[in-house]
């Protein structure tokens, strides 16, 4: 059976091949398609395409959309990574704030690939590497994890974080303006002249 149209969906601007364009965001799509099932990530696939996405949002942390099926009533979806704790974030804005380029990277609004070395080095991953590091739920009937819902807003979320990258870090338990805030204090620290000059620096 079909889906039921939806008026003005999320719809994938991929329309063919590869979803998500940047490293950051392929990454992400390789972690779901490494124990998803064939079947349902290609239909899922169909439903990020044919735009029955209806709406998503990251709220506390956490991924939540709604997505219609064939049944009148759409399917409600979550998806979480796990949080870092306050001790690790510390040590990862150490560990960043210690490399000149990637600071100014991701001040930039910019994720360099190497940046996983530096988490690597925490021994953390920003991006998820296994279903263990990724919690989802879907209101559907379907037993498999992920269904197509899931999967269908996997795809719709990879093509977001194309455009803000700063929304994987929101999933890890920090958001754009406390990484770039925490960035700018261990680059500059709190000296006055210091603080003049990255008030010049990049505008995010």
């Not at 998500?20 to 439903?47: C, H, M, P, V």
């Not at 994890?145 to 899931?150: F, M, T």
């Not at 807003?153 to 920090?174: N, T």
Request: aromatic letters at 8%; a positive charge; charged letters at 25%.
């Amino acid at each position: 059976a079909q889906p039921i149209a939806v008026k003005n969906g999320i719809a994938a601007r991929s329309k063919k091949g590869k979803i998500g364009e940047t490293w950051w965001s392929q990454r992400f799509i390789a972690a779901l398609e490494q124990t998803g099932i064939g079947s349902r990530l290609e239909r899922g696939r169909k439903y990020a395409r044919r735009g029955q996405v209806i709406d998503i949002a990251i709220r506390d942390a956490i991924v939540h959309a709604r997505v219609q099926g064939t049944m009148p009533r759409p399917y409600t979806v979550t998806i979480s990574f796990s949080r870092f704790s306050d001790a690790q974030w510390e040590q990862i804005f150490d560990a960043l704030s210690s490399q000149a380029l990637f600071s100014a990277m991701l001040l930039g609004g910019e994720i360099p690939q190497e940046i996983e070395t530096v988490f690597a080095g925490c021994r953390l991953s920003l991006l998820p590497v296994s279903s263990r590091d990724i919690r989802t739920g879907c209101s559907c009937p379907d037993s498999a994890n992920p269904c197509k819902h899931i999967a269908a807003v996997y795809y719709i979320l990879a093509e977001q974080f194309d455009r803000d990258p700063f929304l994987i870090f929101s999933l890890r338990g920090r958001d754009r303006d406390t990484v770039l805030e925490n960035l700018r204090k261990r680059r500059c620290g709190s000296t006055p002249v210091c603080d003049g000059a990255d008030d010049a620096g990049p505008q995010t």
